[in-house]
């Protein structure tokens, strides 16, 4: 993973665009302009990461950590090389450093998104539901330096 710069914005945005597009258009949600604006408000270069395969951006991955949490905001895979264990060595990443500081992390999906299948599987529970998004909590584990549930 390689840290993101300012100026990486709209490839970050197209991508994610990209990822999200199809769970979107499932729900008649899908607003290009909305998608943007939503990445934007949130976007912090400080916190992103380009994940690669083979030297070519296939996605990226944004957390920070927060007073009592380590918070997911966006893990992306382009569709081409979702299925392929890159998001699930990521995620395993980000799930290693909540355990090294302790926090359990926190994460929101898309209620259509397949997404909500890779955090159950992942170790996630579902904490709560709105209209449009289900938010998970993975706690830390008991055991110091065990990952699993």
Do not use: W
């Amino acid at each position: 993973m390689h840290q993101a710069n300012p100026e990486d914005f709209e490839s970050l945005v197209s991508l994610r665009i990209v990822a999200m597009r199809e769970s979107l258009e499932r729900i008649g949600r899908f607003d290009i302009h909305r998608a943007r604006e939503r990445f934007r408000s949130s976007f912090s270069a400080c916190d992103t990461y380009h994940i690669k395969l083979n030297h070519e951006k296939i996605g990226f991955v944004a957390f920070k950590v927060l007073d009592n949490q380590l918070l997911l905001e966006h893990l992306y895979i382009h569709p081409d090389h979702q299925g392929e264990g890159v998001g699930s060595e990521v995620l395993n990443y980000v799930i290693t450093e909540s355990e090294k500081i302790r926090r359990p992390i926190h994460v929101g999906a898309l209620r259509e998104s397949d997404s909500n299948r890779f955090y159950v599987r992942h170790g996630f529970i579902l904490h709560r539901q709105e209209e449009h998004d289900n938010y998970y909590i993975r706690p830390i584990s008991t055991q110091t330096g065990n990952t699993n549930p």
